[in-house]
């Protein structure tokens, strides 16, 4: 069986949270990786420079509901996405 890798970009709005309270909303990204039936084994996660402290925050948020997903963030300058 191929070991599922998902390349994503980090949705700024709907990712968003900081807090205890994010774990009360929908987002995406970490949806993804709780998925029973589709187990993430890598995300390639794409996010904006200015974004960072958020593409880390969804990686610790990941690995702690997700042990198996390994996370590498990809800084990309893109002035128009």
């Given at each position: 069986m191929a070991t599922p890798v998902v390349f994503g970009f980090l949705g700024t709005t709907l990712n968003?949270?900081?807090?205890p309270r994010r774990w009360?909303?929908?987002?995406?990204?970490?949806?993804?990786?709780?998925?029973?039936?589709?187990i993430v084994k890598r995300l390639e996660l794409i996010?904006?420079?200015p974004h960072t402290a958020l593409?880390?925050?969804?990686?610790d948020d990941i690995a702690s509901i997700s042990s198996d997903t390994e996370v590498r963030l990809h800084a990309v300058d893109n002035p128009n996405p």
């Open positions: 968003q949270g900081r807090g009360e909303y929908w987002r995406p990204t970490v949806a993804l990786c709780r998925q029973p039936d589709f996010h904006t420079p593409a880390r925050l969804m990686a």
